[in-house]
């Protein structure tokens, strides 16, 4: 079965670069989904389809996937960025897989 | 706005049955497919059923098939799953999700509803 390989954790200092990737077999040919879910809150999307940004979302965030390897890209991380972050997919038409999600701390 | 409400969640003894409910609002629901999703405590978001806008395609994770049976009124615009044999690994917050698309990502989620599977 597909699955997506987040790292547990990622630290990024206030108004610098964070980046959190999201692992799969050739998920380059998929479209993936990110959703931010911060603490006792339902997760939000915050790009769809690889790279589109819901009306709300600042530009700092955006995505890119390639290979086996889809990356979601915080610019100018700011302290209310802290949650916990999720890639989505669909392993195929009719089953839709989480990665396990990945912490992202702000220093 | 677009809105998703689900209730119907609460304490239940292993192999009993739950229904929930997720009212929607904003939107023409029968256009859209929808979703849930649930997180165990402390875990992370697992997929676990989907149906078409028309309700014709119904599709589920094996950790729940055979047991929940997803469903929709969209004369009521709610989306229903109905949970049977529950056992203590479905504890879980409950999610319901419009799908922007199909096989597309879900927006918005529901503020969920907790299912407690315990004797």
């Known amino acids: 079965s597909f699955e997506l390989t987040q790292p547990l954790s990622v630290s990024v200092a206030l108004e610098q670069t964070a980046r959190i990737t999201c692992g799969g077999n050739?998920?380059?040919?998929?479209?993936v989904h990110w959703y931010q879910q911060r603490p006792g809150q339902a997760p939000v999307v915050v790009l769809y389809?690889?790279?589109n940004r819901p009306s709300g979302i600042p530009e700092r965030f955006s995505g890119s996937n390639s290979g086996n390897t889809a990356t979601l890209t915080i610019s100018r991380a700011q302290a209310g960025d802290e949650a916990d972050y999720y890639c989505?997919?669909?392993?195929?038409?009719?089953?839709?897989?989480f990665g396990g999600g990945t912490k992202l701390t702000v220093l | 706005e677009v809105q998703l409400v689900e209730s119907g969640g609460g304490l239940v003894q292993p192999g009993g049955s739950l229904r929930l409910s997720c009212a929607a609002s904003?939107?023409?629901?029968?256009?859209?497919?929808m979703t849930w999703v649930r997180q165990a405590p402390g875990k992370g978001l697992e997929w676990v059923s989907g149906?078409?806008?028309?309700?014709?395609?119904?599709y589920y994770a094996d950790s729940v098939k055979g047991r929940f049976t997803i469903s929709r009124d969209n004369s009521k615009n709610t989306l229903y799953l109905q949970m049977n044999s529950l056992r203590g690994e479905d504890t879980a917050v409950y999610y319901c999700?419009?799908?922007?698309?199909?096989?597309?990502?879900?927006?918005?989620w529901g503020q969920g509803t907790l299912v407690t599977v315990s004797s």
């Open positions: 050739n998920i380059g040919s998929k479209i």
């Open positions: 999700a419009k799908n922007l698309g199909w096989n597309d990502g879900f927006d918005p």
């Open positions: 149906i078409s806008g028309g309700g014709g395609g119904t």
């Open positions: 389809r690889d790279n």
């Open positions: 989505q997919v669909w392993a195929n038409s009719t089953a839709g897989i």
């Open positions: 904003g939107f023409t629901f029968s256009s859209y497919a």
